[in-house]
């Protein structure tokens, strides 16, 4: 028996032993081994700088134009370059392929001077034509190239689809752009990706698997796309602009947020996009992180339903304002990742009224409120929202639950009804709520947010001549301050007729390790690593 | 009956069942609420770019239409095209597959040769410190979840000792030229051994963690019936002859207590299967699994039913082979 024993200690500790030995050799010892095959180089070998960026999702698309879905974005942003861009961490506009431009008299034709010398990434020279290609294979349905890689949706033909008549090659390095009407956020949509330019013969060449072989002017090439896996990109040394300090660009896909920490605590990996709240204390107790936090250019709101009562009276509109403590909702569902929304438009992008007092938290206040409109105890409601986590609120139900408890302090008992976004987002559309839960994103411009909550009555069956007038009096201008006016005057009435309850904008991270300098997150949520040097 | 013709039969039987199971799965991803449209455009979809998208993805036609599309198309190895990606469903489920099979293969050797001996172990050395303490984390394990594990390995080994990496196949920056799709095999054959050190580095959590629960049944079932066997009398037989104790247990006895631990072992790659997906998830292993859970994710419906279906079919294949295994380690069982 004793015999037997021994067998058994010597099989255990021979395990332990191989386990030990694989366990312990890192990868400078992976790299000694394989120097002398001469086939496979390890990056750490070559000097070669490797900067590996992990995120939840990947791509769908690596076409700029088709592009559309968060996992897509990040990386238009650095394959490919648009006539106009955002200037760093602002959201203004100013030159990249074009030099300047300038509108016609009547603010029809706007003519771009291009930057001449510039290469795409397969060597063909960036030109007039190439923005022609760019714009009228999406936009022009007789194009030989339209919908060539469609998935479904082109941002560009839903930004500016109405607004551009079209896009006219004038000369090499001259390119006209004839609007339908005036357009006062054309240049903002300009600098959106979906609006970046394609090398033609690419498109060409590649055909129907464009979508996998991309060709941008950008700062980064495309090399390698393993699916669910990760993007890597490669420095692309013709570069017009200034070009990167890193050789390689890794988009690593790691889909559980608990294991993308790790693999950045673990040096695996340089920089993480989003965290959740229970992350961030872990995040801010280690020295070797860095976390980037921006007030996200986003709005969860809550739309009224004007034609249902008692809500078609301002006044139960009003007291929902003053029941409801935003402040500490906003505290407990987002922890620290949000921001109180004051405006139905994020104060991160021009026009924000900044001179509207948020209604005060106060119950007693509510309750006269309710009592003047006739109904002194209460009523009862439904609240609807939906269940999933979306990129302008993190949870979504737990906000219901804390809104309805605040009502019912004022006598008004919500019954909070949860469905699945689809589901939700119909029965909003279709006006089956009173009170429901939604949120909007991206494009950094005034009109964005303000004509969809306010006008066309989309949520909400509000119809105000005098807010359809300034929209209309805001689009039909490219003069900033102009614009700003009236979008300022919009919010005015918005806050005092209570169109919709603005609730939080969410926040935007992303963590990088210390050592790293000129990692970026943008107001927009995208992680830019084109300056990236450690 | 001959062996063979109750395969046939087997084989034969095997046509309904995927029938019903593609039915079921059919109704089921269906019956998700929320459709892969809203899923895909969100807050921007307008009323005409969804009918066109309806449209071209065959979702404006009924539900026993679609099914028939889907069902006849199937029948000629074509699974329909994914709406997430665009490519053929087999190809996703073959590009991903080779990543599966290394992980749950590698799994399930852990799980047998690991509990086979600890489980002969226990048994050997019944009621003593050995057994005890066997017993005790098998127990463990069974009831471990396995997320749960893979987090605290990877917190453990690559966290805080810096010994594996997190996660992935293969260091990022590395590549292996693809003859199998196995990591393990392909850099063999390239000559690549430091890549093969690498993606051993990187199989060995995962394949550890989807391990342990299979191991820990694997354990408990060899033990108990090694207990059974080893009190027959032909095993005091060999031992009166003055066999060898190790002869006795590993020749005598094993062989014939294999059956219920077949059995297990069985159903415990179907099990390994469903683990995948957990662990995929948690060690970014871009698996079937992964594919599975992004697809139902974004209620990819072609990919969710070609997936669920290679899955019933590879289950319902690897019984018939246990069935024959049977029959191999005990000539008495007949099939009628």
Known sequence: ?534 | MALYKYFLKRLVLTIPTLLGVSIIVFLLVHMIPGDPIDIMLGDRVTEAVRLALEERLGLNEPLHIQYWQWFSSALHGDFGISIRSNQPVMEEILTRLPATIELTVVALMIAVFFGIYFGVSAARYRNTLIDQSLIGFSLLGVSIPIFWLGMMLIYLFAVMLGWLPVSGRLSMGTAIPTYTGLYLLDSLIAGQIGSFIDSVRHLLMPAVSLATVSLALVVRVTRSSMLDVLSEDYIRTARAKGMQERKVVYTHALKNAMIPVVTVIGLQLAKLMGGAILTETVFSWPGIGRLLVTAINVRDYPVVQGVVFFVAFAFIAINIIVDLIYAYLDPRIRYE
Not at chain 1, 390 to 396: A, D, E, K, Q, T
Not at chain 1, 479 to 487: C, G, L, P, T, V
């Open chain 1, 1 to 534: 028996m004793r015999g037997q024993l021994k067998y058994f200690m010597v099989f255990v500790l021979a395990v332990s032993l191989l386990f030990s030995v694989i366990g312990c050799g890192n990868g400078a010892d992976t790299v000694d081994e394989t120097g002398e095959e001469g086939e496979e180089t390890l990056p750490e070998e070559s000097g070669e700088k490797i900067f590996i960026i992990a995120r939840g999702t990947d791509a769908k698309t690596l076409d700029c134009g088709y592009s559309y879905h968060e996992g897509e974005i990040d990386l238009a942003y650095h394959f490919y370059d648009g006539l106009v861009k955002f200037k760093d961490e602002t959201l203004e506009i100013e030159p990249a392929l074009a030099l300047d431009w300038s509108g016609s008299e009547d603010g029809l034709v706007w003519t771009f001077n291009l930057r001449e010398g510039v290469k795409f990434h397969d060597g063909t020279d960036f030109n007039a034509e190439a923005v022609e290609f760019s714009f009228m294979r999406i936009l022009d349905e007789s194009h030989p190239y339209y919908g060539l890689g469609d998935q479904g949706l082109a941002y560009m033909d839903w930004l500016l689809g109405d607004a551009i008549k079209e896009v006219r090659a004038v000369d090499d390095y001259v390119v006209e752009i004839e609007l339908n009407d005036v357009f006062g956020p054309f240049m903002t949509y300009m600098a959106i990706y979906s609006q970046y330019i394609v090398s033609p013969t690419a498109v060409a060449e590649y055909g129907e698997d464009y979508f996998k072989n991309p060709v941008g002017t950008g700062p980064f090439k495309f090399v390698e796309w393993k699916r669910d896996e990760y993007v890597t990109m490669a420095a692309f040394e013709d570069y017009w602009g200034e070009k990167p300090e890193i050789d390689t660009l890794i988009w690593k896909v790691v889909p559980d947020e608990s294991t993308r920490l790790m693999e950045l605590q673990s040096g695996n990996v340089h920089a993480i996009k989003s965290i959740s709240p229970a992350q961030l204390e872990t995040i801010q107790n280690d020295a070797n992180l860095k976390l980037l936090q921006v007030a996200g250019s986003n709005l969860f709101y809550a739309a009224i339903n004007h034609k249902a009562e008692p809500f078609d009276d301002v006044r139960v509109r009003q007291a929902v304002m003053h029941a409801v403590d935003f402040d500490s909702l906003v505290d407990s569902v987002y922890e620290g990742l949000g921001t109180r929304a004051i405006n139905p438009m994020p104060p991160t992008i021009f026009g924000f009224n900044d001179g509207i007092e948020p209604y005060a938290y106060d119950p007693e206040k509510a309750k006269e409120l309710l009592a003047e409109a006739g109904y002194p105890d209460g009523f009862t409601m439904d609240l609807h929202v939906f269940a999933e986590s979306r990129s302008y609120v993190g949870r979504p139900v737990d906000a219901a639950e804390i809104f309805k408890s605040d009502l019912s302090q004022v006598g008004i008992d919500a019954n909070v009804v949860v469905n699945e976004w689809g589901t939700h987002r119909d029965l909003v559309r279709n006006y089956e709520h009173s009170i429901g839960f939604l949120g909007w994103y991206d494009v950094p411009h005034p009109n964005n947010f303000l004509n969809l909550m306010l006008l066309r009555a989309v949520n909400n069956q509000y119809e105000n001549e005098e807010l359809n007038e300034l929209s209309d009096k805001a689009l039909a201008t490219f003069d900033r301050s102009e614009q700003e006016a009236h979008y300022r005057e919009m919010q005015v009435i918005s806050h005092r007729d209570v169109v919709v309850v603005p609730v939080a904008h969410s926040d935007y991270t992303a963590v990088v390790l210390k050592d790293i300098n000129g990692f970026e997150l943008d107001p927009l949520g995208n992680v830019i690593a084109r300056r990236v040097s450690f």
